[in-house]
């Protein structure tokens, strides 16, 4: 890591060093994209003189469209170093002063654009983003890694104790050197549409106000995944970008019996939703995993019994085996509660299923977790 810059004033600092930065990047993108449209009409009316074939308008439009979007990438790149190479001059104090606790930067000022992760002050919160620093991970299975994430930005983070309550993870390209919280109005103003921050959706498996900690479960599934990847490979001090938490399930204690079923993306929130079961509920629970070496340990209240389903060689995106294992059990009547999570067409072929049974729909929760994408499944 750089050696981190450090500030007098640092409220004052950061904001003077985020307006600069907008300005010039604002500024860059803006004559880039111009130049592109510029150089690509000079090169399709050189072409029309020449006798090249001659663009219907629409074409003609998107063809400059595109130069300009990569007219506004060239520049952004070339904004991007010289901006890296400036902060690398930038004399450093001997004398550390603290970072801020908390920024009071307005978000309007800052563009979402801090430069340089290493040189720049960490600023927690922005709108519905909520910056959190791992803390630690913990490995679950062979599968499944854990990431307990907490630090200043927990203090911001408000639990609606769901038991699948999710939050969206943001991610940036790293090479980029964006500082969290995202502002994404500027940043799409301002970067081409590959480089914007991605977001995934992730359920909070644990919220403990006693530690101040929030735990995450990420399957590991290795198909160039950006958030598996990083859930790999995070270690303490990686920051974790969050959105507020949605999700509204929780356990009906009123039901005869309950029935969850799923996929690995569905074992936090099932678990969960078992932690908050009566010790004394009655029901099943199915969950699909490749093999053994990816069970981990479930909680379950003790009338309950889970099964692992695995399905072996096959890949998870044409696997049966979940939607099966609810084929063969005899159809259940009357006060059942059922949750059912994971790959898109599993979770169809569930909800099919059902609607053979004779059940109460209020009580059933069929959610699709993840889509097997099939180009890279085919
Ligand atoms: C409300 C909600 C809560 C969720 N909670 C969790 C959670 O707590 N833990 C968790 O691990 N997942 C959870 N998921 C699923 C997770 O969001 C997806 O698996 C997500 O696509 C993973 O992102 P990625 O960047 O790793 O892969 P992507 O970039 O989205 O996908 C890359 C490739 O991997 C494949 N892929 C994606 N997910 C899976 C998977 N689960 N198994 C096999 N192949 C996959 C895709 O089909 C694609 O081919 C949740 C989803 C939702 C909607």
Same mark, same amino acid.
């Given at each position: 890591? %750089?050696?981190?810059?450090?500030?007098?004033?640092?409220?004052?600092?950061?904001?003077?060093?985020? +307006?600069?930065?907008?300005?010039?990047?604002?500024?860059?993108?803006?004559?880039? =994209? $111009? &130049?592109?449209?510029?150089?690509?009409?000079?090169?399709?009316?050189?072409?029309?003189?020449?006798?090249?074939?001659?663009?219907?308008?629409?074409?003609?439009?998107? +063809?400059? $469209?595109?130069?300009?979007?990569?007219?506004?990438?060239?520049?952004?790149?070339?904004? +991007?170093?010289?901006?890296?190479?400036?902060?690398?001059?930038?004399?450093?104090?001997?004398?550390?002063?603290?970072?801020?606790?908390?920024?009071? #930067?307005?978000?309007?000022?800052?563009?979402?654009?801090?430069?340089?992760?290493?040189?720049?002050?960490?600023? $927690?919160?922005?709108?519905?983003?909520?910056?959190?620093? #791992?803390?630690?991970?913990?490995?679950?299975?062979?599968?499944?890694?854990?990431?307990?994430?907490?630090?200043? /930005?927990?203090?911001?983070?408000?639990?609606?104790?769901?038991?699948?309550?999710?939050?969206?993870?943001?991610?940036?390209?790293?090479?980029?050197?964006?500082?969290?919280?995202?502002?994404?109005?500027?940043? =799409?103003?301002?970067?081409? *549409?590959?480089?914007?921050?991605?977001? =995934?959706?992730?359920?909070?498996?644990?919220?403990?106000?006693?530690?101040?900690?929030?735990?995450?479960?990420?399957?590991?599934?290795?198909?160039?995944?950006?958030?598996?990847?990083?859930? &790999?490979?995070?270690?303490?001090?990686?920051?974790?970008?969050?959105?507020?938490?949605?999700?509204?399930?929780?356990?009906?204690?009123?039901?005869?019996?309950?029935?969850?079923?799923?996929?690995?993306?569905?074992?936090?929130?099932?678990?969960?939703?078992?932690?908050?079961?009566?010790?004394?509920?009655? /029901?099943?629970?199915?969950?699909?995993?490749?093999?053994?070496?990816?069970?981990?340990?479930?909680?379950?209240?003790?009338?309950?019994?889970?099964? !692992?389903?695995?399905? /072996?060689?096959?890949?998870? &995106?044409?696997?049966?085996?979940?939607?099966?294992?609810? $084929?063969?059990?005899?159809?259940?009547? /009357?006060?059942?509660?059922?949750?059912?999570?994971?790959?898109? %067409?599993?979770?169809?072929?569930?909800?099919?299923?059902?609607?053979? !049974?004779?059940?109460?729909? *209020?009580?059933?929760?069929?959610? %699709?977790? !993840?889509?097997?994408?099939?180009?890279?499944?085919?």
């Amino acid at each position: 890591m %750089s050696q981190a810059r450090q500030y007098s004033d640092p409220d004052e600092k950061t904001l003077a060093l985020a +307006t600069e930065h907008a300005e010039v990047f604002e500024a860059a993108v803006e004559s880039g =994209r $111009r &130049a592109g449209r510029k150089a690509a009409k000079k090169k399709l009316k050189r072409a029309a003189k020449h006798g090249g074939v001659k663009l219907s308008k629409a074409l003609r439009e998107a +063809t400059l $469209r595109d130069a300009e979007k990569a007219g506004g990438r060239a520049a952004y790149a070339a904004a +991007t170093k010289a901006l890296r190479k400036a902060a690398a001059r930038m004399p450093v104090p001997t004398a550390p002063a603290p970072l801020p606790r908390s920024s009071t #930067v307005p978000p309007t000022a800052l563009p979402g654009l801090l430069f340089d992760v290493d040189q720049s002050p960490r600023i $927690r919160t922005s709108g519905s983003q909520v910056v959190l620093e #791992v803390l630690g991970t913990e490995w679950l299975s062979r599968s499944m890694v854990r990431i307990i994430a907490g630090g200043e /930005g927990f203090a911001d983070f408000e639990s609606n104790g769901a038991a699948d309550q999710h939050v969206k993870l943001h991610f940036a390209n790293p090479s980029l050197g964006l500082v969290p919280p995202y502002e994404m109005r500027s940043l =799409r103003a301002l970067l081409a *549409r590959e480089d914007l921050p991605v977001s =995934r959706s992730y359920t909070i498996r644990r919220h403990d106000t006693v530690a101040r900690e929030i735990s995450i479960d990420f399957f590991i599934h290795q198909i160039n995944g950006v958030a598996s990847a990083w859930a &790999a490979g995070a270690k303490p001090g990686d920051l974790m970008v969050i959105s507020r938490p949605k999700g509204n399930f929780r356990p009906d204690a009123s039901a005869e019996q309950h029935l969850y079923l799923g996929d690995e993306s569905a074992i936090p929130a099932i678990s969960a939703a078992l932690e908050m079961l009566p010790r004394n509920s009655l /029901g099943k629970v199915f969950l699909e995993v490749n093999g053994a070496e990816d069970h981990q340990e479930i909680e379950l209240p003790a009338k309950m019994t889970l099964s !692992w389903i695995h399905r /072996g060689e096959e890949p998870s &995106a044409t696997s049966k085996v979940l939607a099966n294992s609810l $084929r063969e059990l005899p159809a259940v009547h /009357g006060q059942v509660e059922i949750l059912a999570l994971g790959e898109r %067409s599993a979770t169809q072929d569930i909800r099919r299923l059902l609607t053979h !049974w004779d059940l109460d729909q *209020r009580r059933i929760k069929v959610s %699709s977790y !993840w889509r097997a994408s099939r180009l890279k499944h085919a």
